[in-house]
């Protein structure tokens, strides 16, 4: 028998800078998108054109410096003008270019981001509830924060400092050896290559400190949140130093990676000066001679100078450059990582749209299990005839609401098969699977959004005498009428404004609007009190009468009504039948109803007739 645990979520095989980029580089150049294609094309001419112009601002700098030197009078004033006039030009067109290039790539860098982006969304509701159930949130939002941020970073120092660094250094290589010496071209690319080993080994020492600050950081904002999003229970239990030890002790952490990289930085810049130095040292003193001895100029001098002071300026930043391109190659790993995620549950390659015609469900020896140590389905086989309604009962932990996760296709049958109409859902498309289920589960967890948006969100676009429709089908339409914002009242973060009742109508609400074939209602009252309970329960009799109705129930006074009842116990359907007949089998079923009732009654709860879903 395959079991769920057979394939578990497990850690993607670490992509690493080359595979980021290579998963990274195809949205820079998109397929069918030759606006965007021209524009990196022209960025590119740009990039290069502002490069070449640069160059030539320590040329025309020479010029005029030994024209300036030789001349005498004010008759030779006119060259070292045109050549100063050059020279402001250069500097121009070398910042136009620029700045061209920038906007040019600006839109497609953007999109690239924009892409990415949805594509992550998409994903992660695209995977299993299992996914879901094993990460943080807090943690999970904080990857895809990095992540698209990341893009961002990467293009910004990557493509518009390392690149042109890159080539300003192989041109000022190429001018230094053509119009000085060989020599001082040679001494200048040694300075350059040792800045960058040194500048490179020392980062990727430090990079293990950002490292840990980001698996710290993720730490802490997955306990705020988690803290947060619990806040009435932080306050019940009077935990809020408790809490914020916790925060606190990821924090340390991050304040501790935080320090050695800040101390461990003060040495990688003390060594980047140093090589810079010598290497400006050495070419000042090669060049000097070369005055000395008439074979160079004093502008030559100059332009040898102005070319390292022009290069040190990117080159002070390579260090923060690298470790940003390399942060943010982390950053997007884990990005794609998320993205590499395989759903557990995926449509066949030839899955067809489901077509209700009479929307009866089969459960045909099924068996399941989260993990392979623990069975919690061992062959249940049932029907729910078109337009009826079955009730599941049992114990906790019996698999009731795995039942429902089943059939909503959460999680794929280890063995058997779950039918809708004769068709097996799993070759049948998610998407129009869970079109025609409508769920009002135990624990209804809203928007934190309007009333309107709530009820709406069971049919998008649909339109207000709709949604005032369906409020007054779930009875809650009188309730958002006496509210001051009406429809338009926001109901907090995951409905906390609301009471559960209050929810529960909105949830009814919400799937009366989406019209469903089959009606799924998991342990939809369990939580509610009795009143409320009997109040919900006649809107879930109301919205369920014609369709076909599954019910996982706790409570059994919710169900006595089913044209079915079946009774579950460890994985097992033990009893099957209708209320009366269940009782008049004083087995499972009848035990069950005595403690119910001997509790009601030692609670003074005593309903009004019985109520059905």
Request: hydrophobic residues 45%.
């Amino acid at each position: 028998m395959a079991s769920t645990s057979d394939n578990p979520i497990s850690p993607q095989p670490a992509l690493g800078s080359l595979g980021t980029l290579r998963r990274f580089l195809p949205y820079l150049w998109p397929q069918n998108e030759w606006g965007l294609r021209t524009r990196v094309v022209l960025a590119i001419a740009c990039l290069v054109a502002a490069k070449v112009a640069v160059v030539f601002v320590p040329i025309f700098y020479r010029d005029a410096i030994d024209a300036l030197d030789m001349g005498q009078g004010s008759a030779v004033l006119v060259l070292p003008v045109g050549i100063i006039l050059a020279y402001g030009a250069a500097r121009l067109l070398s910042l136009a270019f620029g700045e061209l290039r920038d906007a040019l790539f600006a839109k497609v860098g953007q999109r690239a981001i924009r892409t990415i982006a949805l594509q992550v969304f998409r994903h992660l509701h695209a995977l299993s509830l299992g996914f879901h159930l094993s990460r943080q949130t807090g943690g999970l939002s904080r990857s895809i924060e990095r992540g698209t941020k990341a893009i961002e970073t990467l293009l910004r120092f990557s493509i518009f400092s390392i690149v042109p660094t890159v080539l300003e250094l192989a041109l000022v290589f190429v001018i230094l050896w053509r119009v000085l010496d060989a020599w001082v071209a040679l001494a200048t690319v040694i300075t350059v290559v040792i800045y960058i080993t040194y500048t490179m080994l020392v980062t990727e020492w430090r990079i293990k400190f950002r490292r840990i600050m980001n698996e710290e950081d993720s730490r802490a904002n997955t306990r705020a949140i988690d803290s947060l999003l619990n806040y009435e229970t932080v306050k019940y239990f009077g935990n809020e130093e408790h809490e914020a030890r916790r925060y606190d002790s990821a924090m340390r952490g991050y304040e501790k990676a935080s320090i050695k990289s800040q101390t461990s930085l003060a040495l990688l810049n003390i060594g980047q000066a140093f090589i810079i130095s010598a290497g400006l040292t050495a070419v000042m003193l090669m060049t000097a001679n070369g005055i000395v001895s008439g074979t160079l100029t004093l502008g030559a001098f100059v332009m040898a100078n102005t070319y390292l002071m022009q290069l040190y300026q990117p080159l002070g930043f390579f260090g923060f450059v690298y470790r940003e391109i390399k942060q943010s190659l982390i950053d997007m790993e884990k990005m794609f990582d998320l993205m590499g995620e395989d759903p557990q549950v995926a449509d066949a390659l030839d899955a067809k749209s489901l077509e209700v015609t009479g929307a009866e469900v089969t459960f045909e020896d099924v068996y399941f299990d989260y993990d392979a140590r623990r069975p919690i389905l061992k062959g249940v086989s049932f029907r729910v005839p078109a337009g009826q309604t079955v009730a599941v009962v049992g114990p906790s932990g019996s698999g009731k609401s795995t039942i429902a996760r089943l059939l909503y296709r959460f999680y794929d049958v280890a063995q058997g098969s779950i039918r809708i109409d004769g068709h097996d859902i799993q070759e049948i498309t998610q998407s129009s699977l869970r079109a025609s289920i409508g769920v009002v589960p135990q624990d209804t967890v809203l928007f934190n959004e309007s009333i309107y948006y709530n009820i709406a969100y069971g049919k998008p676009g649909a339109t207000p005498a709709e949604i005032e429709h369906a409020a007054r089908m779930a009875h809650v339409h009188d309730f958002i009428m006496a509210m001051p914002d009406g429809y338009e009242t926001l109901v907090g973060e995951r409905g906390l404004k609301l009471s559960g009742g209050e929810k529960q109508r909105v949830a009814i609400a919400r799937t009366v609007i989406k019209d469903p074939a089959i009606l799924l209602l998991d342990e939809a009252t369990s939580a509610l009190d009795s009143h409320t309970e009997q109040e919900i329960q006649k809107n879930l009799r109301e919205i369920s009468r014609g369709r076909t109705t599954l019910c996982i129930a706790h409570r059994l006074s919710t169900v006595v009504d089913a044209d079915e009842i079946l009774v579950l116990d460890d994985g097992y359907i033990v009893e099957r039948g209708r209320h009366a007949e269940l009782l008049a089998m004083d087995a499972h079923y009848a035990k069950m109803w005595r403690r119910q009732q001997e509790a009601r009654e030692h609670d003074g709860d005593f309903p009004e007739g019985a109520l059905v879903t």
